[in-house]
């Protein structure tokens, strides 16, 4: 070896020691923020050493990190609106990791000050581009149906989803299907998060911790899906006493117990809690005389009943476990529909793990969930589908000063059983099972630290986020390499200007069609094998479905209590697997010559979404407004044409209200608005016959009774009247103990009756409208 040589190897070393020299001549803290009263975490936020530009903003856990400490002596400050701020002496010492568990004391007084809240401390050292963070008191800030608060009813306020009906509806999320969207519970892969009644989700909003909703751009940890990802976490049982709640009203009812199963012995010992959660919906049964004018007098036929149950064991210095299973259920008998039904059960585990005297943290999780859905409308006609499998994976957090690098893997594996017949008897089959292996990494770097003395904030002008993604179909033998990226720049501690790109693949599909706006029996299938070849003259080079993403936009805190958040995108399908529905051939070899578009099961298709969304809100004392509005194109190709999906709503814009009042504060009233223009449809063009010739040659077609056959108009050439709803609650608080609260709530669905038509019935000419004027009663009482 050359000396030159010799002397880039020495350099060399040095360079890539030299961040782990500086980790040895500096220190940590770590820890986990509770409130004192209930023990449950304390979501993002800021917690930093006085004086100094040393901090992080606590995760969904209430676990924060600060590394590459200098050593001395300090104060650790812990801020948060509605507590009193924490201020604890704490001494770092070279190469040593301290411990805190920090509990915070809700506030005696209200503080006359500007207090920045979690959401900007977030903002400040966060990409967060396309994503809203939902907690259970943001969910009651909405009217709610019966007094129960509800995801479903949250999300139809968000930028960028649209939900498509009160009955039935689905929802899809920036040009998104339901499918191609990751919604997952303490990890667990839920396949279908919304009950028939569109106004009611499988989640209890009374144990949700946090749910993050990504409409796009999501990290490299996310995958396998290629729209949007929605990650609810929930929280564990009170680890101090017994308690509860219990919820009566017009729509259902609702019970949830909790407590310790072992206490801790002092603040900074651990305990075992338990959590668990059900409820039962019997609208059927009160609509028949409360709500008996809706639907032309036949009422609500939904039914359906959610269980969830959670076991917590909490270690003191941050390790934690929980295991946890559902059960959800939901049957409709409607109208035209004899009977549809799905049941969706599943369980799982998860665990963190802080090391002894090292600045990183260790998580992992492992669950199986399955979801089954059957169609009866009366044609004899077999529709089922039932998706279900496992899902495990490990994650690596190591923080390195205010910079972190998270790496992890994740291994899927998955079943489909999926049988269909159309109007022509042409049945659609498929049973199969896939494999998904993944490795993904991803860094978080802040650079560039400025002093603004105004604001008296010490913050970091760029904010990268590159992440990479090696997703691999072990059934298809693909593998896509998916790169991800996130920045921010902060301009200064008001203005933000921020952008996503990435690449996005999936495997699974939707047999549901495009050509109806109703969409009850919504089947899932893996990657199919009975596809065309080429598409568009050229030949296909694989089976999965991809996306690619890009957002641009801006946040502005124009004053202390009102922020503007607007965003940019563009969603480009650059290859969709859809349900053939003009099959007509089955592909066999008597019929070689036919084209593929009429004896495939299955058929590619492109697309795109594009258009921005623009939210204002405030929030001051006891006022809260959120103001949405929405732009949106969406556009598909199938080889052959090109036509605009049935969820293609171009203008979609919401107001909520929530004002708190009256002495102690115990009455809160609360409305939301919602502007939609009309869903585009495709018309009916007539009807005709359809024979059977059950005997063969010798059937009589003069006698025989056919089914009705539909001749379908250009697809989505029509649209339907524009949609308007008015919605308003108001709740009283009595507080009858410490820890007993009776609270009572009224709310009015569609206050001016608006006659929101849902959808035409092809075949009776009937018109069925969403919801009509519909008043709920409810009581809650906490204990």
Excluded: C
């Excluded at 994503?131 to 008191?137: D, F, I, M, N, R």
């Excluded at 032309?296 to 299973?325: E, H, M, V």
């Excluded at 921010?488 to 996005?504: E, Q, S, T, W």
């Amino acid at each position: 070896m050359t000396k030159a040589n010799y002397r880039k190897y020495i350099l060399l070393f040095f360079i890539l020691s030299a961040p782990f020299l500086s980790m040895a001549q500096s220190g940590t803290i770590r820890g986990s923020v509770f409130e004192k009263s209930s023990g449950q975490p304390v979501l993002y936020t800021n917690v930093y050493l006085q004086g100094t530009t040393y901090g992080a903003v606590t995760d969904v856990n209430g676990y924060f990190t600060i590394s590459q400490i200098p050593k001395g002596n300090y104060y650790l400050m812990v801020s948060y609106m509605g507590f009193d701020t924490l201020r604890m002496a704490v001494e770092i010492k070279s190469s040593e990791v301290v411990n805190k568990k920090l509990f915070l004391k809700k506030a005696s007084y209200e503080l006359t000050g500007a207090v920045i809240s979690a959401e900007r401390q977030t903002a400040l050292v966060d990409p967060t581009t396309s994503v809203v963070k939902v907690t259970t008191k943001s969910m009651n800030r909405l009217p709610t149906v019966g007094g129960q608060a509800d995801l479903a009813q949250y999300l139809q306020v968000v930028p960028g989803v649209v939900f498509t009906g009160d009955q039935g509806g689905q929802l899809y999320i920036r040009g998104g299907t339901p499918v191609q969207n990751l919604v997952l519970l303490d990890g667990m892969i839920i396949y279908n998060p919304f009950h028939s009644i569109g106004l009611f989700s499988v989640f209890d909003a009374d144990i949700i911790s946090n749910a993050d909703v990504y409409t796009g751009g999501f990290g490299a940890e996310y995958g396998g899906r290629i729209s949007s990802v929605m990650d609810v976490s929930t929280r564990y049982g009170n680890p101090y006493r017994f308690g509860g709640k219990v919820d009566i009203n017009t729509f259902g009812a609702k019970i949830l117990i909790e407590g310790p199963l072992m206490k801790p012995k002092d603040p900074e010992s651990g305990s075992i809690t338990y959590v668990l959660s059900a409820k039962k919906s019997y609208i059927d049964k009160t609509s028949e005389s409360i709500y008996n004018y809706v639907n032309d007098g036949n009422g609500l036929p939904f039914t359906f009943a959610d269980f969830y149950g959670k076991l917590s064991f909490n270690g003191n210095n941050g390790n934690r476990a929980d295991i946890f299973g559902f059960n959800f259920n939901d049957q409709v008998s409607y109208q035209t529909i004899n009977n549809y039904e799905w049941h969706s059960y599943g369980g799982g585990m998860k665990f963190t793990v802080v090391p002894g005297q090292s600045p990183m943290l260790l998580s992992g999780h492992m669950s199986y969930s399955d979801y089954k859905i059957e169609l009866h409308d009366g044609s004899n006609r077999p529709k089922s589908s039932e998706v279900g499998g496992f899902d495990m994976g490990l994650d690596f957090t190591y923080f390195l000063g205010k910079n972190r690098l998270v790496y992890g893997v994740e291994m899927k594996g998955f079943k489909t059983d999926y049988q269909f017949s159309n109007s022509l008897n042409r049945t659609i089959y498929q049973k199969e099972s896939t494999t998904e292996l993944a490795g993904y990494v991803t860094t978080r770097l802040l650079f560039g630290e400025k002093s603004f003395k105004k604001s008296n904030q010490d913050i970091s002008r760029f904010i990268i986020v590159p992440g990479l993604r090696l997703h691999y179909y072990a059934s298809l033998g693909d593998l896509s390499i998916e790169p991800r990226l996130a920045m921010k720049y902060n301009v200064n501690p008001n203005f933000r200007i921020k952008g996503a790109a990435g690449l996005y693949s999936q495997n699974i599909i939707s047999t549901a069609s495009d050509r109806d706006v109703v969409n009850l029996f919504y089947g899932y299938i893996s990657g199919p094998d009975n596809l065309q070849k080429e598409f568009d003259g050229e030949e296909l080079t694989h089976k999965l479905q991809k996306s690619t993403h890009l957002i641009i936009g801006f946040e502005y805190d124009i004053s202390n209590y009102l922020t503007m958040n607007f965003e940019a995108y563009y969603k480009w399908f650059n290859q969709l697997t859809n349900m053939n529905k003009n099959k007509i051939f089955d592909d066999t070899p008597e019929y070689y010559d036919k084209p593929d578009a009429l004896k495939k099961d299955f058929i590619i298709e492109t697309g795109d979404a594009e258009g921005f969304d623009l939210s204002l809100k405030y929030q001051k004392k006891q006022i809260y407004v959120w103001a949405v509005y929405s732009l949106a194109f969406n556009h598909r190709y199938d080889g052959l044409m090109n036509y605009i999906p049935h969820f293609d709503r171009r203008h979609n814009a919401n107001i909520l209200v929530s004002y708190i009042f009256g002495k102690g504060k115990l009455w809160d009233a609360n409305f939301r608005w919602n502007y939609g223009s009309g869903f585009p449809f495709t018309p009916t063009a007539g009807n005709y016959e359809i024979l059977n010739f059950q005997d063969g040659i010798g059937s009589d077609y003069t006698t025989s009774n056919g089914d009705v056959g539909i001749v379908y108009g250009e697809i989505n050439s029509k649209r339907l009247p524009d949609y308007h709803r008015l919605d308003f609650g108001i709740k009283r608080k009595f507080p009858l103990s410490k820890n007993t609260l009776l609270e009572i709530s009224l709310s009015i669905t569609n206050v001016y009756n608006r006659n929101n038509i849902f959808y035409i019935d092809r075949v009776t000419n009937q018109r069925i409208d969403q919801l009509p004027f519909m008043p709920s009663l409810g009581a809650n009482f906490t204990f």
